[in-house]
């Protein structure tokens, strides 16, 4: 009995089958779908090409010789497509001249199937080439996960290593008075401490999504001076004032390291996008049983086109930080991802008068 890789996976891999002769394109279908297979059947190049642009399949099984546009055809078109570059492309043709097998590997095939075939020898090339293909986009999501670890990981550590930067060049300054020393050496030990919390906090992640074990009864207070001590820079550099408004008393539901992550980058944006001299205020709200964690400044505001694109990566906005700071386009992108990783949201509305207000949302403790 032929073993089914299709059912070992949750979707069954999807297999454009494409033939001038509709009794070939049944025979090859009813093979494939008995082995588990979705199959997608096409009657010429120009059907096929089409149906592989709407919606890529994970391999295709092709005839090289078909009246109008051949299979050489067929196939250079859907390697010059980059939705459809990398799509597996196994030839199944009568044709079995040694030029010819040359020439399909050469133009990019990944096999070469003569006909009359032999079904276990079909199934088994379908089925291998479709397992590298497996292989190699699990790759590619291994890949792209790790550029994102490694920019969220940079992104975060910038702002600990600047706050402590600021804190060592302020306590040369001979003429400081000890209480002011201190201070700048508290806020040493508190970037430092917060910038350890991140990095367990990170490596648990990595493993093992936010547990349920690390939720924890948090003071938004608490939270949102953190949140400050650690852009107090940021902010003395613009002269902005910085305000908190939240009674003592409220408190919230979630993991700490992530909640101080999602407050700090919409500080940090607020405080990039607000003038010289400017306010911004932080305000923590009871909302049924959510808690609403919100920054409000009087910068620019964010235009409606933008705010379509506002949650994407590398997306900078159409309005400029008002000091020139750098922007990666990338930290309001990964603090929605770290508050849904942990149960709650983030999104953005116009401050009436002016300006903008993030709210992060969790649930009440």
Known sequence: MISDLASATRHPAVILVIDDQIANVRVVGQLLTQAGFEVVPALGGPEGLTLATESPPDLVLLDMRMPGMNGFDVLKA????????????IFLTADIERESLVRAFSAGAVDYITKPFVTEELLLRVRTHIELK???????????EKQRVAETVAHDLRNYFANILFAAEMLREEERTSESRVRLIDSICTSSDSGVLFLESFL????E????????ALSALDLMRHALDLLKRQAQMKSIEVSIEVAESLMLLGHRAAAIHVLQNMLSNALKYSPIGGEVLLMATRQGTRCRLCVLDRGPGISKTDQQRLFQRYVRLSAQPTQGESSTGLGLSLAR?????????LWYEDREGGGSTFTFELPLA
């Open 78 to 89: 859907l390697r010059e497509q980059p939705a459809t570059a990398d799509v597996p492309v």
């Open 134 to 144: 497996q292989s190699r986009d699990a790759l590619r999501r291994i890949a792209s």
């Open 204 to 207: 648990v992640q990595q493993s």
């Open 209 to 216: 999504r936010v547990r349920s074990s690390a939720v924890e």
């Open 337 to 345: 991802e770290r508050a849904r990783d942990i149960g709650g949201d």
